[in-house]
Each structure stands twice: as structure tokens, then as C-alpha cells.
């Protein structure tokens, strides 16, 4: 498939959202005829990216359904208000952007964070998630055990006081984390893209919060309950059909024995591997994942019908 691809922000809309503004793509202009009255397909990214992760998966799902996507609050084109940008805080502004656009059902497809805000949105407002495609997310919460050893090494200097250096003034997630998980490499363009929203130390913070809201061992207290939470949504709603993508050989949260777990726990759940890849997978394999996505969608298509 040869599948147009967003290379910049231009075309971003922004809309309002508490004391702020959110930016999102939105295919609704190009949208097929008899494709614009569905349910539409929603994509959420998680750190430190922004919706431009989904430039390449999206051409293969909006034949479906209207895609929108945004960038999180802080991140990407979106505001960046004076806010403490833990999990609770992005939950707040991306409930408020759903309400903006009037959107009261949609299909979620998420990756790391943007994953968790997926099933945690599902678990709270019942009935507003149609369906979730998830890939290298938190499905439940960690503990350290589980982490690789440089894995492990690298967030707890992150979540100690050396994380101010680490990730505000040096800007290791952008600078080291992100092309270390994308193991096909990341164009030098393209890292210049998840680049740019973050110039300085101010803007880095939500990059430096979201490590930090990983609830590793209990830790911290209401992340941990809310992902529980989720996790019960997860295993009690049979109605809702899930799609997790699974990497080879992945490793924490994308380990084999998470995705069995999974797989044993959660109720319409259907896995797929979508090949070789890092933790940014959506980098590593966009065709994949937007091929599995597609073919998920036609096989319930029922979750797109008003």
C-alpha cells in the first residue's frame, strides 16, 4: 500500500479545551462516501511522541472510519499549560477534547500512555468505547522485577532527583530513549519532527512527569488503582471487542508472559503479533500494525455502526 504520509503539523486543527488547546489530525475532509456516518477510529500516542506516530498507520484504517488523532496536552502542537501533567491531568484534557468534538462513542487504538488513557477512559465512561487496538502499553501495573536491567537502571534515575538533568536539560527521551526503541532506525527527519515540540527545559516537563507516573510496585498509589481499575473494565467487558498487538521478543510491558496474562485475564481479546520492533513499534512496524487494525475493524464491523 502506498499510504500518503503527514510530514508536518500544517494541517493540524486545534480546538479549545479548559484552559488550554489541543491539535489533532482529522480525516473527516477526505473521508470515503458511506464511511463518514460510522463510529470513528480515535488515535492516542503516548511519551514522548505525539500523533505524527501515526502518520503511516492511519492511511490503512480511514477507508474504515473517520481518524482523528491528537497530541496530548503539552505535547506535540497541543497548549502547554501551567499543569503538574500526571496521568490524571492528560485523563482531564482528553475527556474535555472528546467532549469538544462531541464525540461520544469511538474506537480507540493506543500506545504506551496513550493505550492506558484508552482503557482507563473505557473504564470510567462505560459504553463510550466501542472497541480498544492496543500495542506496548501498560495492561496492568509493573514491578521493578520485571524490567530489563537497563531498562530498570535508566527510570529509577529518571523518578530519583537526577531526572531534572536527565530529561529537562539534557532531553534524554528525545535524545536517547526514542531511537533506542525504534530498532529499524528513526530518520533524521522524523526524529526532528517528535524533536521540535520540546525546545527547552520548560517544555520538557510532561516527558519528565510520565516516567514518573509508571506505577512500578504500588507506586504511585492512585496510578496503580487506576490501572487496576482498568484492568477489571478489561476482564468484565465482554461486549467490547480488544486487539492487542504483540512485538517479538518484547520485554516489560510487551513481554510474552504479559500478552499471555493478557490473553488469560481479558475478555474479547484477540492477539496479533505484528513483527520485530522496540518499544516504539508504531515506527518500527506502521504497515503491520495499520494492516492488523484494518483487518480488526472489517471483522467487527459492528462496533463502527451508530
Not at 48 to 72: F, N
Not at 163 to 191: K, P, T
Request: proline share 7%; glycine share 8%.
Amino acid at each position: 500500500m502506498n499510504a500518503t504520509t503527514r510530514k508536518d503539523t500544517a494541517h493540524m486543527t486545534t480546538v479549545e479545551v479548559h484552559d488550554s488547546f489541543m491539535a489533532y489530525s482529522d480525516t473527516a475532509g477526505t473521508t470515503p462516501a458511506g464511511v463518514a456516518d460510522r463510529i470513528p477510529v480515535v488515535f492516542l500516542h503516548g511519551n514522548p511522541t505525539s500523533s505524527y506516530a501515526w502518520r503511516k498507520v492511519i492511511p490503512y484504517v480511514a477507508g474504515e472510519a473517520r481518524c482523528l488523532a491528537p497530541d496530548l496536552i503539552g505535547m506535540g502542537a497541543s497548549g502547554k499549560p501551567d499543569s503538574d501533567y500526571r496521568f490524571t491531568d492528560h485523563a482531564r484534557y482528553l475527556e474535555a477534547w472528546f467532549d469538544a468534538l462531541g464525540l461520544t462513542e469511538a474506537v480507540i487504538v493506543g500506545h504506551d500512555w496513550g493505550g492506558a488513557l484508552a482503557m482507563d477512559l473505557a473504564a470510567r465512561r462505560p459504553g463510550r468505547v466501542r472497541g480498544l487496538a492496543l500495542v506496548e502499553t501498560f495492561l496492568r501495573p509493573l514491578s521493578w522485577d520485571e524490567m530489563p536491567p537497563r531498562g530498570r537502571e535508566f527510570f529509577e534515575a529518571v523518578r530519583s532527583p537526577k531526572g531534572e538533568e536527565m530529561i529537562l536539560r539534557d532531553n534524554l527521551f528525545i535524545e536517547y530513549n526514542l531511537s533506542y526503541g525504534v530498532v529499524s532506525g528513526l530518520a533524521a527527519e522524523d526524529h526532528d519532527a517528535y524533536r521540535a515540540p520540546f525546545p527547552d527545559a520548560a517544555s520538557r516537563k510532561p516527558m519528565l512527569v510520565w516516567p514518573r507516573e509508571i506505577p512500578f510496585d504500588g507506586e504511585p498509589v492512585d496510578v496503580h488503582q487506576r490501572m487496576l481499575a482498568y484492568g477489571r473494565w478489561m476482564a468484565e467487558s465482554p461486549e467490547v471487542p480488544k486487539l492487542l498487538m504483540t512485538v517479538e521478543a518484547g520485554v516489560g510491558m510487551g513481554s510474552p508472559e504479559t500478552a499471555a496474562w493478557a490473553e488469560e485475564t481479558f475478555t474479547s481479546v484477540e492477539v496479533e503479533s505484528v513483527g520485530p520492533g522496540g518499544h516504539h513499534i508504531v515506527e518500527d512496524q506502521p504497515d503491520a500494525i495499520g494492516a492488523a487494525i484494518a483487518r480488526w475493524l472489517r471483522r467487527h464491523e459492528r462496533i463502527l455502526e451508530r
